[in-house]
């Protein structure tokens, strides 16, 4: 791949942050890593929603990414396609393009295999290219027989891809930062923290109709004097007491470690709504400040409110019943099980979450199109993947799994 983005330039060391760790995944999974090279800083007059110039300037930079894809025996990967069935029974091909990629003007067909010419239902077909510069489309299950090597496992191969992506969409974020007088997004949850602590929550909308100072107001205010200074305690006390504070609105040290461990479990909280495809213009927002890791005025109340998201998302829910691990891992089961939700995700994939008579809770993907109805008992054979917690609840993740009625 060979792209160019622009980011902004406060965003380069989150950016070389991100860089790192999606390299250290690759190194995981056999595959190459990637580079990146910044162009000369630049500023760029900031345009308002009704597209007139608004008079503010931020610093942009340009970076460009680079690095190979899986090569083996000549062919390198470009793409995985899917099969996504329309409401009028039509078959589409939902395809996840490496970035940076393009295949021309072959056609995707998700029941294709150019390997084995044989036409049949497929959870996903590859396409790939030889240094020739031919293009071919290959299935899961020819893809090694056509390409070789020892790195070319399916699930590798699309683990990249998806890997890919999620760091060019997070690269594409830091875009969209404008850091107008910005602060670390870390430093104000621990203000938060701190504020929470001694006045409890007050959302700008709640203070707005029934009085009072909302929790960012009180943010803002204590992290504006904690940035001045002051020739002496006397004078600092004085202006203290004129803004309203006392020193059990600053944070302690506690507060910033917890701060820190609240912005780690934040990232694991987007990451799985994402998966969930429960994500909206809010924890979109989220997702942007934290891979930013900086914080401008008008987001302000949206960095605040991140505490108590993240106590919300990180409280184990009630329940009526009492979930168990189903089975061993490695194991293959077969369970009477009620579908619970089956949530689409953007890569074509579906997560099935099921529930057993006695409260058992089992989840999947399934790739392509499924045929499902929430609140329905069905037959549920797999094999048992992992055992995890979420939310306080044990959950059984499943392999290969189908679903009869």
């Given at each position: 791949m060979n792209a160019t983005y622009t980011i902004s330039a406060s965003q380069r060391n989150a950016f070389n942050e991100l860089l790192a760790k999606s390299n250290r995944k690759s190194t995981k999974l056999g595959m190459p890593g990637l580079t990146a090279v910044f162009g000369e800083v630049r500023k760029v007059e900031v345009v308002g929603r009704n597209g007139r110039p608004t008079g503010n300037f931020t610093s942009m930079v340009d970076v460009t990414i680079s690095g190979v894809n899986p090569v083996l025996n000549g062919w390198r990967l470009i793409a995985v396609v899917s099969p996504l069935k329309a409401d009028d029974g039509k078959l589409m091909?939902?395809?996840?393009?490496?970035?940076?990629?393009t295949f021309g003007e072959l056609v995707a067909d998700p029941l294709n295999c150019d390997h084995c010419k044989v036409r049949r239902d497929r959870l996903e077909t590859f396409i790939v290219r030889h240094e020739s510069g031919e293009t071919k489309q290959v299935a899961r299950n020819c893809l090694k027989d056509y390409v070789g090597g020892n790195n070319c496992d399916a699930d590798s191969v699309a683990a990249l891809i998806g890997l890919r992506n999620k760091f060019i969409a997070a690269t594409e974020a830091l875009g969209n930062v404008r850091d107008f007088s910005s602060v670390s997004f870390r430093n104000v949850m621990a203000y938060a923290i701190a504020a929470i602590r001694c006045h409890g929550w007050l959302s700008k909308g709640k203070a707005y109709t029934d009085g009072g100072t909302s929790t960012a107001t009180r943010v803002s205010v204590a992290m504006e004097f904690a940035r001045c200074e002051f020739v002496n305690e006397n004078v600092a006390a004085a202006e203290m007491v004129s803004r309203g504070l006392t020193a059990a609105d600053l944070p302690t040290e506690a507060d910033f470690e917890a701060a820190t461990s609240k912005l780690e479990e934040l990232s694991v909280i987007l990451d799985r709504m994402e998966s969930e495809g429960s994500t909206n213009d809010y924890t979109?927002?989220?997702?942007?400040?934290?891979?930013a890791g900086t914080v401008n005025r008008k987001?302000?109340?949206?960095?605040?409110?991140?505490?108590?998201?993240?106590?919300?998302?990180?409280?184990?829910?009630?329940t009526t019943t009492v979930s168990n691990y189903v089975g061993s891992v490695g194991e293959k089961i077969t369970v009477k099980a009620s579908l619970v939700s089956a949530n689409k995700l953007g890569t074509g994939s579906t997560l099935l979450t099921f529930t057993t008579a006695d409260g058992n809770v089992l989840k999947?993907?399934?790739?392509?199109?499924?045929?499902v109805v929430e609140g329905s008992v069905y037959e549920v054979a797999g094999k048992v993947k992992a055992h995890q917690e979420f939310r306080g609840r044990k959950e059984t993740m499943l392999n290969y799994a189908k679903v009869n009625s």
């Open positions: 091909a939902i395809t996840t393009t490496v970035p940076g990629g979109q927002a989220l997702r942007i400040l934290s891979v987001a302000m109340g949206i960095a605040v409110s991140a505490v108590s998201f993240v106590a919300r998302e990180m409280a184990p829910k009630a999947y993907f399934a790739n392509g199109p499924v045929s």
